[in-house]
């Protein structure tokens, strides 16, 4: 049985911008600096995004110095990733079962 994936969760990565921090933060860590540079985005917006990632279980914090570093939760994005692999399984099988009654 599959545990149910937080609504927070979804909300946080259906932004684009989250999920392009998302996708850059799955190569390496980050601190906001490097963020800024590669997403364009305003140091203030992408510390709201992060936070929102943050709350949502998304990424981690990591301090360094002066810097906070950014990184990913693979556990988050996996238990996601396994909640739909379970939903596109029992979807294959009604659709199989479907065509079975209706012969």
């Known amino acids: 049985m599959v545990t149910?994936?937080?609504g927070d969760l979804l909300k946080a990565l259906a932004d684009p911008l989250r999920m392009q921090i998302v996708r850059?933060?799955?190569h390496e860590a980050l601190?906001?600096?490097h963020l800024v540079a590669e997403t364009g985005a305003?140091?203030?917006n992408l510390s709201n995004h992060l936070r929102i990632l943050r709350?949502?279980?998304v990424v981690d914090?990591?301090?360094c110095g002066r810097f906070t570093y950014y990184r990913l939760r693979p556990e988050a994005l996996q238990m996601l990733a396994d909640e739909y692999a379970a939903l596109a399984v029992r979807a294959r099988e009604g659709?199989?079962?479907d065509r079975k009654r209706s012969c």
């Open 4 to 6: 149910s994936v937080d």
């Open 24 to 26: 850059l933060l799955a």
């Open 31 to 33: 601190c906001t600096t």
């Open 42 to 44: 305003r140091q203030t």
């Open 55 to 57: 709350d949502a279980g």
């Open 61 to 63: 914090t990591e301090p």
């Open 95 to 97: 659709a199989a079962a």
